[in-house]
């Protein structure tokens, strides 16, 4: 297989739980209005995180169209050696893929510059398929950085690129509360009930399961948690707008007040590179 081919498979995979998704939006839309349970703000928020993918599709297509030309510019006049793209280390790269996923995520939670734009993701109070395409603009520019030392090692860019695309495809369907717990595969898998924690504003429920493919990772460290009572969905803090803009840079301007009022270089660096809520 070529990396040109490979990629070509991702984008395939990734359609397939496109359909996936698709399928299970229709029977959340016709759940909800058997129960007369589907409001009009509910179809506000479902607007308002499809609208997300205005601004960062434009970001794809200005910024990132050049970023990924660097990433091959690195990888032809930089790297003389190349991984083969065989099966075998196909799936190590996937596996690269998905653990570097994981640690990609845990620092965009940590780190408030990082979480202004991952924020969007998590600040509906609903939780349904649409929620899975619900980006901050800039969100792909630290994947890509994060995803930098796999093609310093020798893994095509084609490849990098196209084993990211699987583990976000994979996450389409995660986001539903139409499946319940799917016994012995939640101890490997990332499943809508593990995600549904990691949407959860809960104390108990913060800051946890954020795996991608496999939940090994958040097992292994330390950031597990099984899905209990049904959590509350959205940020800790009082956020419940369905206004687009609002919701494309709901993190900004909260940022913005506290780097103009901080005292020193100090404490602008701590509400940069802090944790969420980070003071002095």
Avoid at 181 to 189: Q, S, T
Avoid at 199 to 206: E, P, Q, R
Avoid at 239 to 250: A, G, R, T
């Amino acid at each position: 297989m070529t990396p040109e081919s490979y990629m070509g498979l991702a984008g395939q995979i990734d359609d397939v739980f496109f359909i996936i998704g698709a399928a299970i939006l229709l029977i959340e839309l016709a759940e909800a209005m058997f129960k007369g349970s589907l409001k009009g703000k509910t179809l506000l928020e479902m607007i308002a995180s499809a609208s997300t993918q205005l601004p960062y599709l434009l970001v794809e297509i200005v910024l990132m169209t050049a970023a990924y030309g660097a990433l091959y510019v690195v990888s032809f006049e930089f790297v003389p050696w190349s991984i083969p793209t065989t099966w075998p280390w196909l799936l190590v790269a996937l596996l690269l893929a998905d653990v570097t996923y994981y640690w990609e995520h845990r620092i965009a939670h940590q780190v408030r510059l990082l979480w202004t734009q991952h924020a969007v993701h998590h600040s509906s109070r609903d939780y349904n398929i649409v929620t899975a395409v619900r980006f901050g603009p800039l969100e792909s520019l630290w994947s890509l950085i994060m995803h930098i030392p796999m093609v310093l090692i020798g893994f095509s860019p084609d490849v990098v690129l196209g084993s990211v695309i699987v583990v976000l495809g994979y996450q389409t369907w995660l986001h539903t509360e139409l499946i319940g717990k799917l016994g012995p595969l939640e101890w490997v898998l990332n499943t809508p009930s593990h995600h549904r924690v990691h949407h959860g504003s809960d104390a108990k429920y913060l800051d946890k399961n954020y795996a991608g493919i496999l939940i090994i990772w958040d097992r292994m460290f330390g950031s597990f948690q099984v899905e209990e009572e049904r959590p509350r969905y959205g940020l800790t803090t009082d956020f419940d707008s369905q206004n687009p803009i609002k919701v494309w840079f709901s993190e900004i301007p909260g940022l913005w007040r506290d780097l103009r009022n901080a005292k020193d270089s100090r404490e602008i660096w701590g509400r940069l590179f802090g944790p969420p809520g980070w003071k002095l």
